[in-house]
């Protein structure tokens, strides 16, 4: 298994060990489970320090997937931020994990857990069901730290949310089914300008906020496999998120340097046939992203 899981990185890995900048894609998948999928989540490592955005089921595994295959910064104790572009369940079903288990495996600091209005219920309900379980392990000899437990809620607005030495995160408002709250987030590191969607519907703030940035990553369904869907079900996907024509139109106006596929509904298409649907409209680098890739 670790072969392949170093099979998988090494070609991406290899290009990116120039840059400060690493993006890792811990889950490419949606609330259809898929065992080669992970729920929504990318790691953006810079200088070693990872700063992760969504939660989905998984996400901690395969960060400890990627850091045994050599991708540095995604030890246990270093899983110490989280941004939440918002909270359908699918991106935040790994948020009690991360908060539990890089505790449990080392973690000596409160998660720094950053989201839309909402996100202080979520993380109290959280906490709130693990009472016991919290209270067990500090009272074991040799236990987990008395703080790498908590977590410290920033409900945010549209606007820059976080910065430091290393990067600055520009939250955005992106259009997705009826959620009040959805945001992409625009990630400003020393050597990339990174884009991440979040779930929407087409929208313009995508382009705005990338604009030549050096790499889009971006939700997406594929136009046919959508035709083969229940009308109902259309009319809900339609009013969420983005069809891969529609994403090549977008990205042509946004022209990233790299378009990275993520979110993957294919509704029974085939990864090619996604890909073709994007290039008819975009004609420039796009790949279809697998769990683990790392770019």
């Avoid at 400060?20 to 200088?47: E, F, H």
């Avoid at 955005?172 to 625009?186: D, L, N």
């Avoid at 294919?266 to 046939?273: I, K, L, M, T, V």
Wanted: proline share 6%.
């Amino acid at each position: 298994m670790k072969r392949a899981i170093l099979f998988l990185l090494c070609p991406l890995l290899l290009g990116a060990q120039s840059s400060r900048t690493k993006i890792v894609m811990l889950g490419t998948g949606t609330p259809i489970p898929d065992p080669d999928r992970m729920g929504p989540s990318v790691a953006i490592i810079v200088d070693s320090v990872p700063y992760v955005f969504d939660a989905g089921t998984g996400i901690v595994r395969r960060a400890v997937a990627a850091q045994r295959a050599g991708v540095p910064g995604l030890r246990m104790p270093n899983l110490q931020r989280v941004f939440l572009t918002h909270l359908h369940s699918d991106h935040t079903l790994g948020l009690a994990d991360l908060l539990f288990t890089p505790w449990i495996q080392g973690r000596t600091v409160p998660l720094e857990v950053y989201g839309p209005p909402g996100t202080q219920r979520l993380v109290n309900g959280i906490l709130d069901g693990n009472d016991e379980d919290i209270r067990e392990r500090l009272a074991s000899s040799g236990g987990p730290s008395a703080n790498g437990w908590r977590a410290n809620v920033h409900e945010i607005a549209e606007g820059v949310v976080y910065k430091d030495e290393r990067v600055t995160i520009r939250a955005f408002a992106v259009p997705h089914s009826g959620w009040k709250y959805a945001f992409g987030y625009r990630i400003e590191t020393p050597d990339r300008t990174i884009v991440i969607s979040g779930d929407t519907r087409p929208s313009p703030a995508i382009a705005a906020a990338c604009n030549g940035c050096d790499v889009l990553i971006h939700e997406v369904y594929s136009d046919s496999g959508f035709a083969s869907i229940p009308a109902v079900r259309q009319k809900y996907h339609a009013q969420s998120h983005t069809s891969a024509t529609q994403l090549g139109t977008i990205a042509t106006n946004a022209r990233p340097k790299l378009l990275i596929l993520t979110h993957l509904l294919f509704f029974g298409a085939s990864e090619e046939r996604m890909l073709a649907e994007v290039r008819s409209k975009f004609s420039g680098n796009v790949v279809l992203a697998r769990d683990l890739q790392v770019f």
